[in-house]
């Protein structure tokens, strides 16, 4: 147990302790291995806030760790105690030693230890010589400690240790007791000549020791804990990066900042957006008391270039921090805030603040008049430079109140940073810019409509929708402009929003306000024919594509015309009846560069080989992807379409059988762009597929429930149905025949909601099973019919293989299993063509498993070759299964194609596959079940996991 704990680090005392220690593994190993191997010495150094306190805490608090322990800390005090922290560290020592067996020269002790007085010998008779009494001290120190041993000694911020304490320590390094461990942490840019203990360290020669340096952490680690912070599975990557930038990753800078973020509700990650509450925290008390205390120790010029700093608000050269506060000399002045610790060098030269919050402690010193002054200054002397960096001269007319200059100065850097892509920054400088009382309806009416189309072009953060909503309630802004800023609003809230109906309200608004603009006016009319979103059918859709193309056939422009195409189009090959829409196609010129209707027949191509990928075109689908990934790079790139293009293209892997690292993809793009709407239900669906394949059934049923698919009002219908019968196929799997059929149920009357019953080419056959498990097998047969009616007059792949593989469900729930393996090899042929081999494989499967029932002696070698099909894909629990039909009919399945190499301390694939299963809780049957080995067999390799992995119980195995 601890004996004594106190604060060490100024300002890393929080009361927000983060719940987990993210990315110490490594060290906290090291500490543990050194303090259980004696004599030892570990000097642990790191900037305020890094964390070495928690380092230390988290490794003394492991069960191993049997030994008394004792803490000090040295304090910022101006006449420090002699040997404070070793003195403090022994003031409570438990449990004492026997006093029969402690060493007279202890008696030294007893006028710095009156508590253990009666415990300790008595005093020695004084010596007269001070050298000779230290020196005495120090042995009364050394034998309490060998006495007291095994044990720690941790003393804590070294860099304010005085010189006894300093001396005091050297003598125990250099005749360390042979049971006790010596761990000192100190912050080297604050040490006295820049030593830990007065005089260069050399490692002791009879003791183990280690220097350690304890660094940020990185930007994934941030996101981490932040997530532990937040009470969240994860955070974005561009919300992990930000924080990062702003709290140099030191842990209790992150721990202080994100209370106020804490999840109010359900949307899963946190985006870069949400960061813009944090300029308006307060700045933790510790903090902003040790910056003062190390301000008030600078020179009175040495202040005002901190001063200046905190209000330039980026690093910058020392000339130009010594011009903003008129402070000659400059470069030879900052080093005193270099060496309090107050500024720090970015390693060009260039000087600022380790972080936002110490920048805000020190900005939150200066008066009103001080700041305007130092703003002013900085807004002409940049503005002089020959790149004037626009978004800082912005901030600085903001800062001194020049609305002319804030204006002029934040539109032109909006259009800059669209310029080059950084749509967030663009969206945040207009945002701000309207929150100014003084704009005149012109100024409102512009930025607002700019804002709406900046929005667009990005991920649409989280607060965005709501600063649209906020400028639509502006007073100053016309009515013509704002329409097009609920157009913008709707065309948002159709992307990121799981209420596609107030989408659709805000858009059919728009139509109504934009009616003096029928160009404007038809953009909402395109989205509001988009087939794909939520349950709305597609005769209501294809009512606004009508009203739309009425625009497209007036319109001169090309970018009106490629903006309308890029939703009309996909609308129309949903609905078979494109002819039309096609022509406006052909009539668009070549894509050539990055104007907006480059944009936009980038979109038309993306938005194409999403229609044929759900057509199962996919040769087609690939060719208008890779066109569309051309343009959007040629146009500059825009976010959002980025996002979808690489989604596409991750579902179009899946359907072709392209499944190397596809999961991985799936869910570096979930992480990087979930609050998308559109994005994250369609990578959920996939992730499902996955699961089903692994043989994961809890994963699968989580993932196919993001999709939207219990709430189709809400979500995309061409997902919502395939992710309905993944969920068929995996409750068929499961045995769980009633709810396989109710939601064969539900996804069937999403389809006839809708009435696009290509996208029920998945569904179908899986229904069809699912209805014949259950004895429903006129209802099965009714709904291939009505399947066959509603695509008679569809060009579609699909429609073939689906409708074979539902009558061959169909007949086998007949008991018709030789005609049943005749429609099987009949939809085989068909996903091959696609190709969809994953399908075709299971298609096939069922077609030799039939010859397998019926005595056909060359099945075997078939069998053979389709399990081979599902080991390149990755399936290998379907390859498990047809192994396990082959031991079923007395014949020796092939040998895994993974190969039977040793694999001495790393796990088999196999073995991979139990421990995966064995990590998720399953049970050793339910493994055996789900991979089609022997409850025997799964015993055996849950004992390899075990021996291999390390660890002593199932219950430590790792699904990672």
């Not at 920048?359 to 130092?374: F, I, M, N, S």
């Not at 209420?499 to 395109?526: H, I, Q, S, Y």
């Not at 009616?789 to 539902?806: E, F, G, K, Q, V």
Request: charged residues 25%; negative net charge; hydrophobic residues 40%.
């Amino acid at each position: 147990m601890l004996s004594s704990t106190r604060p060490s680090e100024s300002f890393a005392v929080s009361s927000r302790v983060p719940p987990v220690l993210v990315g110490r593994e490594e060290e906290l190993d090291t500490v543990t291995e050194l303090v259980l191997s004696p004599p030892a010495v570990l000097l642990l150094e790191g900037e305020a806030g890094v964390g070495k306190t928690r380092l230390i805490r988290e490794s003394l608090e492991r069960p191993e760790i049997e030994r008394t322990i004792l803490t000090g800390a040295c304090q910022p005090l101006q006449d420090p105690f002699p040997y404070g922290p070793v003195i403090d560290a022994l003031r409570d020592l438990d449990p004492l030693p026997d006093p029969a067996h402690l060493n007279p020269v202890t008696g030294a002790l007893r006028r710095l230890l009156p508590e253990l007085g009666e415990f300790l010998p008595p005093t020695p008779e004084p010596l007269g010589d001070t050298a000779a009494e230290r020196h005495q001290l120090f042995r009364g120190v050394h034998a309490l400690l060998e006495a007291s041993t095994p044990a720690i000694l941790v003393v804590e911020d070294l860099h304010w240790a005085d010189e006894g304490t300093r001396e005091l320590l050297r003598f125990l390094i250099t005749d360390q007791p042979g049971e006790l461990a010596l761990v000192l942490s100190y912050r080297r840019e604050e040490l006295a000549g820049g030593v830990p203990l007065g005089t260069a360290y050399r490692h002791p020669r009879r003791a183990r020791s280690a220097v350690m340096t304890l660094r940020p952490l990185n930007t994934e680690q941030v996101g981490t804990l932040a997530a532990h912070l937040l009470g969240t599975e994860s955070v974005e990557a561009g919300f992990a990066r930000e924080l990062h930038e702003r709290t140099a990753g030191l842990p209790f800078v992150v721990a202080e900042t994100l209370p106020t973020l804490r999840a109010q509700r359900e949307r899963r990650p946190y985006s870069a957006g949400e960061l813009k509450t944090l300029e308006q925290l307060d700045v933790p008390v510790l903090l902003r008391d040790a910056m003062a205390e190390r301000l008030g120790a600078l020179p009175e010029p040495v202040t005002r270039l901190v001063h200046a700093a905190a209000v330039l608000g980026t690093p910058a050269e020392a000339g130009l921090l010594g011009r903003i506060a008129g402070v000659p000399d400059a470069a030879h002045r900052i080093v005193w805030a270099l060496r309090a610790n107050v500024l720090h060098e970015d390693g060009n030269l260039r000087y600022g603040f380790r972080h936002c919050l110490a920048r805000q402690a020190v900005h939150d010193t200066l008066t009103g008049p001080e700041r305007r002054e130092l703003h002013e200054r900085a807004l002409r002397l940049l503005s002089e430079q020959e790149r004037p960096p626009l978004i800082r001269l912005a901030e600085h007319s903001m800062g001194c109140g020049r609305v002319a200059d804030w204006l002029h100065y934040g539109t032109a850097a909006a259009d800059r940073a669209i310029e080059t892509g950084d749509i967030a920054t663009a969206t945040e400088l207009l945002c701000s810019l309207l929150e100014e009382p003084s704009l005149s309806t012109g100024d409102v009416d512009r930025l607002a409509v700019r804002f709406g189309q900046a929005a667009l072009d990005g991920l649409g953060q989280h607060p965005v929708p709501s600063a649209l909503r906020r400028v639509l309630a502006d007073q100053r802004l016309s009515a013509t402009a704002r329409g097009e800023v609920r157009l913008s609003l709707g065309l948002l809230l159709l992307r990121q929003s799981d209420c596609p109906g107030t989408a659709r309200g805000e858009l059919e608004l728009a139509v109504a306000e934009l009616r003096e603009l029928p160009e404007r006016a038809a953009v909402g009319m395109a989205a509001l024919a988009q087939a794909h979103v939520g349950t709305t059918p597609y005769e209501r859709c294809s009512e606004w594509t009508g009203r739309a193309e009425i625009v497209l056939d007036e319109t001169g422009s090309t970018a009106v015309r490629s903006e309308l195409l890029a939703n009309v189009l996909p609308s129309r090959m949903f609905g078979g009846d494109c002819s039309t829409a096609w022509r406006h196609f052909e009539r668009l010129p070549p894509a050539t560069g990055a104007g907006p209707e480059h944009h936009h027949i980038a979109r038309i191509h993306g938005n194409v080989a999403d229609a044929y990928t759900w057509l199962g075109e996919y040769s087609a689908a690939r060719d208008h992807l890779t066109e569309a990934l051309g343009l959007a790079r040629a146009a500059g790139g825009s976010p959002y379409l980025d996002s979808t293009l690489r989604s596409t293209d991750i579902r179009l892997r899946w359907m072709t059988g392209a499944w190397e690292e596809l999961v991985e993809n799936a869910e570096r793009l979930l992480r990087d762009h979930g609050q998308l709407r559109p994005v994250a239900v369609e990578l959920a669906l996939v992730l499902g597929m996955d699961a089903v394949t692994r043989g994961d059934w809890e994963a699968a049923e989580r993932w196919l429930a993001a999709t939207g698919v219990d709430t189709p009002d809400d979500s995309f219908t061409p997902v919502v149905i395939a992710a309905g019968a993944t969920r068929v196929r995996l409750r068929l799997l499961r045995g769980d025949s009633p709810g396989a059929v109710n939601a064969a149920d539900h996804a069937v009357r999403v389809v006839r909601r809708k009435g696009i019953w290509i996208w029920a080419s998945e569904l179908l056959p899986n229904a069809v099973a699912a209805y014949a498990r259950l004895d429903r097998g006129t209802e099965a047969g009714q709904l291939i019919d009505e399947f066959t009616a509603a695509t008679a007059n569809r060009r579609s792949p699909l429609i073939a293989p689906a409708t074979a593989a539902a009558r061959a469900s169909h007949c086998e729930g007949a008991g018709r299993f030789a005609r049943a393996a005749e429609w099987w090899e009949t939809a085989r042929a068909g996903y091959a063509a696609l190709p969809q081999p994953y399908s075709a494989a299971l298609a096939r499967e069922r077609v030799v498993a039939q010859q397998l029932r019926s005595g056909d002696d060359s099945a075997a070698a078939r069998m053979s070759e389709v399990i081979g099909s599902f080991e390149r894909l990755g399936a290998g629990r379907d390859a498990a299964r047809c192994r396990q039909l082959l031991r079923d009919s007395g014949v020796a399945p092939p040998s895994s194609r993974r190969g039977r190499r040793g694999y001495g301390a790393e796990l088999s694939p196999r073995e991979r596959d139990v421990a995966r299963l064995v990590g998720l809780g399953n049970t050793n049957r339910e493994i055996a079940a789900l991979l089609f080995l022997s409850p025997r067999t799964v015993e055996q390799h849950v004992a390899k996991v075990i021996r291999k992995l390390g660890v002593t119980s199932r219950t430590e195995v790792r699904t990672e």
